[in-house]
């Protein structure tokens, strides 16, 4: 083997031009990735801390893309400046340099700065969004499904499709599992992103700032559809996209309307807006529906046959209208209103107990459909 070089280096006679010229475009790339607007790249920041994501992003950009110039520059200058001559033998090896130690201190003490500095940035940010705990605020948890999303809110019975509705400038908890296999939730605009995993929940903290609609995305691949979760994706044939799903940011009272919408929407059967106070309005009560409810709530203590047939409490089929029995359990005179207030307030008596709205989950318009059911058998 033989050195073809003397052993101290040169770096050749354009060093430093190349130098120079490496430094100018590293400049130009910092300035670039320091004043482009972010929505070249990236939609608008809908949330805090998205503003923070997008510093970090332009410092990686910039630091990144400064590395990248010199790196890549040096590699081909010196594989130009270093090349083989034709006068060299046919087995020369190239310079072999080593135990510079100037050299190495700098190459290992600068990488480390950085990354310790990248670090502390990120840490910052990823302490925000896992560890901040905001005294008030709303609670929401999204559920991955094979393929679309769900989104349930406190007091609001099942669960919402299409629009997870948020207030603007109100600290969000969002809570993230799956029902089946392993989806990924991500809101571009909230620089959010985080894994939905079946047994796992993952929480994410954020403060929507900017109303408007905003696409959410399905990032981890879950099966034939998984390109269909994504509110970016257009539907095929002229028609919608039926995993098309979005992150509606609403004014305080926007949201407030929806909510109520919602709740009332979803209330069947539901554990919304319960009260045990108040005359409940019996006007417009549904039988039919009331009927439904009957089945999934009361069935399982009260028996749809004469009072005597008794499970827990009394069978109520004739309950308004059993000439044998004129008074209700409670004493009050077997009429709508006096059966709703039951219904409302709950009963403790010889014939034993019977929880009131709130434990059993009624709102007033599920005692309104109950006490149209009762009324209606005859
Ligand atoms: Cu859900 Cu991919």
Not at 4 to 22: C, E, K
Not at 32 to 37: C, N
Not at 293 to 302: E, G, T, V, Y
Request: negative net charge; glycine residues 8%; hydrophobic residues 45%.
């Amino acid at each position: 083997m033989v050195e073809n070089r003397p052993a101290s280096v040169t770096l050749g006679r354009g060093f430093w031009t190349v130098t120079a010229v490496l430094a100018l475009l590293s400049a130009f790339g910092i300035y670039f990735w320091t004043v482009t607007p972010i929505e070249v790249v990236m939609p608008i920041v809908g949330a805090q801390p998205g503003e923070q994501v997008d510093q970090l992003l332009r410092f990686m950009s910039a630091s990144g893309t400064a590395l990248f110039i010199f790196v890549a520059g040096y590699l081909i200058y010196f594989s130009i400046a270093f090349r083989a001559r034709p006068s060299d033998s046919p087995d020369a090896v190239g310079v072999q340099v080593h135990d510079n130690r100037k050299l190495e201190f700098w190459w290992t003490a600068i990488p480390t700065l950085f990354v310790i500095l990248l670090s502390i940035l990120s840490i910052r940010i990823w302490a925000q969004i896992q560890l901040a705990q905001p005294t008030s605020g709303l609670v929401v948890e999204s559920l991955g499904h094979q393929w679309y999303f769900t989104f349930r809110y406190p007091q609001i019975n099942g669960e919402v499709t299409g629009e997870m509705h948020l207030p603007v400038n109100t600290p969000v908890v969002l809570n993230v599992t799956s029902s089946d296999v392993i989806h990924s939730f991500w809101v571009p605009a909230f620089r959010l992103k985080a894994d939905m995993i079946p047994g796992l929940i993952n929480t994410i903290r954020f403060t929507p700032t900017v109303i408007g609609r905003y696409p959410i995305i399905c990032t981890e691949f879950c099966g034939t559809d998984h390109g269909l979760m994504n509110a970016t994706v257009p539907g095929v044939g002229g028609k919608p996209n039926p995993g098309a799903e979005f992150v509606v940011v609403d004014s305080k009272a926007d949201f407030q309307t929806w909510y109520h919408k919602t709740q009332l929407a979803n209330a069947n059967a539901s554990n919304a807006l319960p009260s045990t106070s108040g005359t409940v309005a019996l006007t417009g009560g549904d039988a039919a529906a009331g009927k439904a409810l009957f089945a999934q709530k009361c069935s399982a203590c009260h028996a749809l046959g004469p009072f005597s047939q008794r499970i827990v409490g009394p069978g109520l089929k004739d309950v308004l209208h059993d000439p044998t029995h004129p008074n209700l359990v409670d004493g009050d005179p077997a009429t709508p209103a006096d059966a709703a207030k039951i219904l409302q307030q709950g009963f403790t008596g010889p014939l034993g107990t019977m929880p009131n709205a709130t434990s059993n989950g009624l709102t007033d318009k599920d005692i309104a459909n109950l006490v149209a059911f009762l009324d209606s058998m005859k």
